[in-house]
């Protein structure tokens, strides 16, 4: 399995944007479908969007459908998540994962997670 580190998280103001990272190692995310979700204190881990090493299809939840896109670049061995119009309800932890899945994968298929990397949005 992939090993995954997150990075690019950080306080930010409502409105703004951040792009999170995910690198992986130990293997290649060219034949994984790659997911990220997050985590707010008290509340249960939300699926945010997939993107599969198939076709590359993408999904995203419809929270945050239309604020944020889910990309990869398997050159890099890296999986994006682009942030914009931050509101204050999407602090959280954010998490990569990936999926030997070669299509769009459902929570239980992710086996492979990273560390997290907290996003904090003031108002």
């Known amino acids: 399995q992939v090993q995954l580190v997150e990075s690019g998280g950080r306080s930010v103001q409502a409105g703004g944007s951040l792009r999170l990272s995910c690198q992986a190692s130990g293997g290649t995310i060219s034949t994984y479908t790659m997911g990220w979700f997050r985590q707010a204190p008290g509340k249960e881990r939300e699926f945010l969007a997939s993107i599969s090493w198939i076709g590359g299809s993408i999904w995203h939840a419809d929270s945050v459908k239309g604020r944020f896109t889910i990309s990869r670049d398997d050159s890099k061995n890296t999986a994006y998540l682009q942030m914009n119009s931050l509101k204050p309800e999407d602090t959280a932890v954010y998490y990569c994962?990936?999926?030997?899945?070669?299509?769009?994968?459902?929570?239980?298929?992710?086996?492979?997670w990273g560390q997290g990397t907290q996003v904090t949005v003031s108002s």
């Open positions: 994962a990936a999926s030997t899945n070669a299509g769009i994968a459902l929570p239980p298929d992710f086996g492979s």
